[in-house]
Protein backbone atom coordinates (compact mmCIF):
# COMPACT_ATOMS: atom_id res chain seq x y z
CA UNK A 1 0.00 0.00 0.00
CA UNK A 2 2.75 2.82 0.61
CA UNK A 3 4.60 1.39 -2.31
CA UNK A 4 1.69 2.11 -4.61
CA UNK A 5 0.90 5.66 -2.59
CA UNK A 6 4.40 6.61 -2.80
CA UNK A 7 5.03 5.75 -6.38
CA UNK A 8 1.67 7.50 -7.45
CA UNK A 9 3.39 10.55 -6.01
CA UNK A 10 7.04 10.18 -7.67
CA UNK A 11 5.10 9.52 -10.55
CA UNK A 12 2.38 12.68 -10.29
CA UNK A 13 5.76 14.74 -10.00
CA UNK A 14 7.24 13.90 -13.09
CA UNK A 15 3.82 14.31 -14.72
CA UNK A 16 3.65 17.39 -13.12
CA UNK A 17 6.86 19.43 -14.57
CA UNK A 18 5.56 18.06 -18.32
CA UNK A 19 2.26 20.26 -17.72
CA UNK A 20 4.62 23.57 -16.19
CA UNK A 21 6.47 23.26 -19.54
CA UNK A 22 3.54 23.32 -21.15
CA UNK A 23 2.03 26.40 -19.07
CA UNK A 24 4.80 28.85 -19.78
CA UNK A 25 3.25 29.42 -23.45
CA UNK A 26 0.25 30.07 -21.43
CA UNK A 27 0.95 34.59 -21.23
CA UNK A 28 0.68 34.99 -24.90
CA UNK A 29 -0.68 38.05 -25.50
CA UNK A 30 -0.78 39.42 -21.93
CA UNK A 31 0.97 42.21 -20.76
CA UNK A 32 5.05 42.10 -19.73
CA UNK A 33 4.03 42.14 -15.91
CA UNK A 34 1.82 39.21 -16.55
CA UNK A 35 4.13 37.53 -18.28
CA UNK A 36 6.93 38.12 -15.82
CA UNK A 37 4.55 37.09 -13.01
CA UNK A 38 2.88 34.12 -14.60
CA UNK A 39 6.65 33.11 -15.46
CA UNK A 40 8.36 33.65 -11.88
CA UNK A 41 5.10 31.87 -10.30
CA UNK A 42 6.12 28.59 -12.60
CA UNK A 43 9.93 28.75 -11.90
CA UNK A 44 8.62 28.73 -7.83
CA UNK A 45 6.45 25.79 -8.47
CA UNK A 46 9.45 24.32 -10.76
CA UNK A 47 11.84 24.52 -7.76
CA UNK A 48 9.46 23.18 -5.47
CA UNK A 49 8.66 20.09 -7.65
CA UNK A 50 12.07 19.33 -8.14
CA UNK A 51 13.26 19.80 -4.58
CA UNK A 52 10.18 17.76 -3.66
CA UNK A 53 11.09 14.60 -6.65
CA UNK A 54 14.91 14.86 -4.85
CA UNK A 55 13.22 13.65 -1.91
CA UNK A 56 10.76 11.21 -3.01
CA UNK A 57 13.18 9.36 -5.08
CA UNK A 58 15.53 8.89 -2.59
CA UNK A 59 12.61 6.66 -1.08
CA UNK A 60 11.43 5.47 -3.50
CA UNK A 61 14.61 4.05 -4.53
CA UNK A 62 15.13 2.48 -1.34
CA UNK A 63 12.34 1.06 -0.99
CA UNK A 64 12.36 -0.51 -4.51
CA UNK A 65 15.63 -2.09 -3.86
CA UNK A 66 14.63 -3.22 -0.24
CA UNK A 67 11.09 -5.10 -2.28
CA UNK A 68 13.75 -6.54 -5.44
CA UNK A 69 15.80 -8.01 -2.46
CA UNK A 70 12.54 -9.60 -0.16
CA UNK A 71 13.78 -7.05 2.63
CA UNK A 72 10.69 -6.03 4.91
CA UNK A 73 13.28 -4.21 7.21
CA UNK A 74 13.12 -0.83 5.57
CA UNK A 75 9.61 0.30 6.45
CA UNK A 76 7.83 0.65 9.00
CA UNK A 77 3.88 1.06 8.89
CA UNK A 78 0.89 1.86 11.91
CA UNK A 79 -2.34 0.55 11.16
CA UNK A 80 -5.27 1.88 12.59
CA UNK A 81 -8.02 -0.47 11.72
CA UNK A 82 -11.98 1.02 12.17
CA UNK A 83 -14.85 -0.65 12.69
CA UNK A 84 -16.83 -0.19 9.93
CA UNK A 85 -15.78 1.52 5.98
CA UNK A 86 -14.37 5.17 5.97
CA UNK A 87 -16.11 8.02 4.29
CA UNK A 88 -12.59 9.49 2.75
CA UNK A 89 -9.77 7.54 0.86
CA UNK A 90 -6.07 9.15 0.81
CA UNK A 91 -3.67 8.22 -1.10
CA UNK A 92 -0.48 10.73 -0.36
CA UNK A 93 3.22 10.84 0.02
CA UNK A 94 4.64 14.22 1.68
CA UNK A 95 7.27 15.95 3.66
CA UNK A 96 5.70 16.92 6.89
CA UNK A 97 6.63 19.98 8.76
CA UNK A 98 5.05 19.56 11.80
CA UNK A 99 3.71 16.50 14.10
CA UNK A 100 -0.28 15.84 14.57
CA UNK A 101 0.34 18.45 17.90
CA UNK A 102 1.66 21.27 15.80
CA UNK A 103 5.37 20.79 16.85
CA UNK A 104 8.05 21.21 14.29
CA UNK A 105 9.59 18.11 13.29
CA UNK A 106 11.84 18.92 9.96
CA UNK A 107 12.75 22.56 8.76
CA UNK A 108 12.85 21.95 5.09
CA UNK A 109 15.98 23.59 3.57
CA UNK A 110 17.14 23.34 0.10
CA UNK A 111 20.06 21.41 0.87
CA UNK A 112 18.35 19.11 3.41
CA UNK A 113 17.23 15.82 2.47
CA UNK A 114 13.51 16.03 4.16
CA UNK A 115 11.83 12.12 5.42
CA UNK A 116 8.26 11.42 3.40
CA UNK A 117 5.32 10.28 5.59
CA UNK A 118 3.13 8.02 3.50
CA UNK A 119 -0.56 7.43 4.02
CA UNK A 120 -2.98 5.76 2.55
CA UNK A 121 -6.49 3.93 3.12
CA UNK A 122 -7.95 0.86 2.04
CA UNK A 123 -11.02 -1.57 2.65
CA UNK A 124 -9.88 -4.87 4.49
CA UNK A 125 -12.68 -7.81 4.89
CA UNK A 126 -15.14 -5.12 4.55
CA UNK A 127 -13.46 -2.61 7.08
CA UNK A 128 -11.56 0.36 6.67
CA UNK A 129 -7.89 0.99 7.71
CA UNK A 130 -5.20 3.60 7.27
CA UNK A 131 -1.67 3.08 6.52
CA UNK A 132 1.01 5.71 8.14
CA UNK A 133 4.32 4.61 7.18
CA UNK A 134 7.95 5.95 6.96
CA UNK A 135 11.63 4.66 6.45
CA UNK A 136 12.49 2.95 9.23
CA UNK A 137 15.09 5.15 10.76
CA UNK A 138 15.89 7.14 14.45
CA UNK A 139 14.00 9.68 15.16
CA UNK A 140 11.95 9.96 11.50
CA UNK A 141 9.15 12.15 11.13
CA UNK A 142 6.42 9.26 10.50
CA UNK A 143 7.64 7.27 13.82
CA UNK A 144 7.14 10.53 15.78
CA UNK A 145 3.26 11.16 14.43
CA UNK A 146 3.19 7.41 14.76
CA UNK A 147 3.98 7.54 18.52
CA UNK A 148 1.52 10.16 18.71
CA UNK A 149 -1.44 8.16 17.16
CA UNK A 150 -0.53 5.36 19.88
CA UNK A 151 -0.94 7.47 22.36
CA UNK A 152 -4.22 9.22 21.12
CA UNK A 153 -7.42 8.62 23.03
CA UNK A 154 -9.57 6.08 20.07
CA UNK A 155 -12.09 8.54 20.56
CA UNK A 156 -10.11 11.33 19.04
CA UNK A 157 -7.40 9.41 17.04
CA UNK A 158 -9.53 8.96 13.83
CA UNK A 159 -10.54 12.76 13.43
CA UNK A 160 -7.05 13.68 14.15
CA UNK A 161 -5.76 11.77 10.87
CA UNK A 162 -8.69 13.10 8.67
CA UNK A 163 -7.66 16.41 10.05
CA UNK A 164 -3.98 15.82 9.24
CA UNK A 165 -4.65 14.47 5.87
CA UNK A 166 -6.74 17.02 4.46
CA UNK A 167 -4.43 19.40 5.32
CA UNK A 168 -1.91 17.94 3.76
CA UNK A 169 -3.02 15.41 0.75
CA UNK A 170 -4.45 16.69 -2.56
CA UNK A 171 -5.28 12.63 -3.26
CA UNK A 172 -8.14 12.58 -1.14
CA UNK A 173 -11.47 11.95 -2.12
CA UNK A 174 -14.44 12.52 0.27
CA UNK A 175 -18.27 10.36 0.38
CA UNK A 176 -20.76 12.93 -1.00
CA UNK A 177 -23.70 11.93 0.71
CA UNK A 178 -20.92 11.68 3.89
CA UNK A 179 -19.37 15.88 3.11
CA UNK A 180 -23.12 17.20 2.21
CA UNK A 181 -24.60 16.28 5.81
CA UNK A 182 -21.53 17.54 7.50
CA UNK A 183 -22.24 20.55 10.08
CA UNK A 184 -20.78 24.04 8.85
CA UNK A 185 -18.29 24.03 11.06
CA UNK A 186 -17.15 20.67 10.50
CA UNK A 187 -17.00 21.49 6.68
CA UNK A 188 -15.65 25.32 7.00
CA UNK A 189 -12.49 23.43 9.08
CA UNK A 190 -11.90 20.42 5.99
CA UNK A 191 -12.17 23.74 3.36
CA UNK A 192 -9.32 25.80 5.69
CA UNK A 193 -7.26 22.70 6.28
CA UNK A 194 -7.45 22.41 2.22
CA UNK A 195 -6.40 25.82 1.95
CA UNK A 196 -3.75 25.91 4.44
CA UNK A 197 -0.38 26.94 2.53
CA UNK A 198 -1.69 27.40 -0.77
CA UNK A 199 -0.25 30.46 -1.63
CA UNK A 200 2.85 32.47 -3.78
CA UNK A 201 4.77 32.70 -0.51
CA UNK A 202 5.96 28.97 -0.57
CA UNK A 203 4.55 28.68 2.73
CA UNK A 204 3.91 25.05 4.10
CA UNK A 205 0.84 23.69 5.99
CA UNK A 206 0.92 23.92 9.49
CA UNK A 207 -2.29 25.02 10.91
CA UNK A 208 -2.91 23.20 14.85
CA UNK A 209 -5.23 20.31 14.23
CA UNK A 210 -8.47 20.77 16.63
CA UNK A 211 -8.47 17.70 18.51
CA UNK A 212 -11.46 18.43 20.49
CA UNK A 213 -13.68 18.48 16.83
CA UNK A 214 -15.27 15.49 15.64
CA UNK A 215 -16.42 13.97 12.43
CA UNK A 216 -18.85 11.11 13.76
CA UNK A 217 -16.30 8.59 12.29
CA UNK A 218 -16.31 4.46 12.05
CA UNK A 219 -15.12 3.75 15.87
CA UNK A 220 -11.23 2.49 15.72
CA UNK A 221 -11.37 -1.09 16.76
CA UNK A 222 -7.68 -1.37 16.66
CA UNK A 223 -3.79 0.08 16.00
CA UNK A 224 -1.21 -1.84 15.27
CA UNK A 225 2.94 -2.08 13.28
CA UNK A 226 4.01 -3.84 10.45
CA UNK A 227 7.29 -4.14 9.27
CA UNK A 228 10.58 -2.83 11.00
CA UNK A 229 13.91 -4.26 11.82
CA UNK A 230 12.66 -7.27 14.51
Known amino acids: MAYRTLSREYYGKNAAGHLRETLRGADKGKSIIEQLQLQRLLALIDQGNELAKKDLKHTHDKITQAMAEGRDDVLRSLIIAFGAILPFMVAAAWSPFTDLLGKRIQEGYGDELLEQIL????????????????????????????????????????????????????????????????????????????????????SVPDMPIDRNLSFDLPPITRIFDVGGET
Open 119 to 202: VSSFVANGLGCICISWLDKPNAPGQIIANQAREMPFERLGSTVLQFVAMHAENIFYDPVWFENLTPAQRKRLDTLAAAGVDTMG
